[in-house]
């Protein structure tokens, strides 16, 4: 039975409970989901799945305290290999820098120990020169600071310590805040000032003050240390000859060589951690009574921060309107906001509806040679499609 029947079957026995007098002079309440919708979601999902360009997901969608969830596939292609259930960790690769490293960054703001419009070298000086001196934490946290997009894998090199080397030595492309690209340098160097600021490296942080508050008991990295292996969903095949399967180890090679804890990758969690998450940035950055974001720290990490003359809009982490805001589809409007992760994984929220969905996956087995960027683009149709009363404006000429 899925959440969202036995939703239905707790409704209806409540009702039961109060007799005639409790529901049967009341009309029912417009449903926030329109279930007649769900098939066309599994469809999606399943295609994907038929055509081996993922082995498995789990899917959530929820609004107005109604909820879609459903796990598909398996660990792997083979038939043998264990289905996924919702309980499944995966590999989040850069939702971590929307859920780990750039709410730990507003929570230092929000402590006065940092300043968000203060030059980088203020908080890491050994990375002044070079052009770098007016990036701020803010182009950081916009990925407007003009910096390449990654690390070089080569020469070989390993730790924080030569991230941070090289993070510092990269050369800006165009001045800070004149132009957005899309690098995990910024939230490497993000990770950093975390734990600079806050002397805790960032895995602890966000730990401390956002996972354990909102009880994401299965969030967090370095998995094998919290999980055993096999609730962990298996990512790609490496290393050629004498070649392994990642499994509960980070995909992301850089954060891999970062011995698994970056701002830019790293963090592993369940769909329902994911769905704690969101309902508390829906609430405004608390949930259950206790608050773990200001409602100041979610409308700077969910609305335009960017910068009007900037191409893309994004906010102090969420992405809102750039090439990579896929998951909003064709119906969730700008305003909408969200991030995916290489591994195959979606958060995308409409405050506006009061919606979000999530899609977890291992989208990189057993190869990376496949991908599943147009599933994105459906799964926001789709569930647009699927709230109820949800009518599309189309922008007026000329806009954005």
Known sequence: MSVFARSLTMIASFCAALGT???AHQAPPAAPLDATRFAS?????????????MPGAVFHLERGGMVYQKAFGRYSYEEQAAKVAPSTVFDAASLTKVVATAPSVLLLAED???ALDAPLVRYIPECGGGGRDPITVRHLLTHTSGLPAGLPAL???????????????RVPTHSPGLTFRYSDVNYILLGELVQRVSGKPLDRFAHERIFAPLKMRDSGFLPLSIFAVDRVAPTQRIGGDAWRMLQGEVHDPTARRMDGVAGSAGMFTTVADLARYARMLLAGGELDGVRVLSAESVRLMTTPQSGAHIGAMRGMGMDIDSPFARPRGKLFPVGSYGHTGFTGCILWVDPTSGTFYLLLSNRVYPDDKQNILDLYGRLGTLSAEAVSGFEFVPPAAGAR
Do not use: F, M, N
Not at 155 to 169: M, N, V, Y
């Open 21 to 23: 007098a409790g529901c």
């Open 41 to 53: 979601i599994d469809q999606a999902i399943e295609q994907v799945i038929g055509e081996r360009r």
């Open 112 to 114: 006065g120990r940092l």
């Open 155 to 169: 020469p070989a090199w390993q730790g924080r310590q030569k991230a941070l080397e090289l993070a510092c030595s």
